[in-house]
Nanobody, 122 residues
Framework: QVQLVESGGGLVQAGGSLRLSCAATGRAIDFDRMGWFRQAPGKAREFVAAINRIRSTYIADSVKGRFTISRDNAKNTVNLQMNSLKPEDTAVYYC????????????????RGQGTQVTVSS
């Protein structure tokens, strides 16, 4: 069983930055991929970014150039650095983890964190 504990998030003005972190515990094979999803009220869940153990990455077009994802395998943590934030980035962000798959795939994430709110004011 994998447990994911998120930290970070909060309220920031447009143009600002936030950093989300997620720490995983459990069998490493179960969190070869670690990623971030987000969901805004009334909108579908969006696959934002992912990184695997060899640090292949995926970044959604909607955040490309503004968000970066990184990983510390020794600490089993993943970070999402969010810069140049926009009001449309406002959402609950969820850390997720799953076994190895194509890094751009949004499926097969078996575990999810509790979510952290990111609010970007205009």
């Amino acid at each position: 069983q994998v447990q994911l504990v998120e930290s970070g998030g909060g309220l920031v003005q447009a143009g600002g930055s936030l950093r989300l972190s997620c720490a995983a515990t459990g069998r490493a094979i179960d969190f070869d991929r670690m990623g971030w999803f987000r969901q805004a009220p009334g909108k579908a869940r969006e696959f934002v970014a992912a990184i695997n153990r060899i640090r292949s990455t995926y970044i959604a077009d909607s955040v490309k150039g503004r968000f970066t994802i990184s990983r510390d395998n020794a600490k089993n943590t993943v970070n999402l650095q969010m810069n140049s934030l926009k009001p449309e980035d406002t959402a609950v962000y969820y850390c997720a983890a799953g076994p190895a798959r194509l890094i751009s795939s949004s499926v097969g994430y078996d575990y999810r964190g509790q979510g952290t709110q990111v609010t970007v004011s205009s």
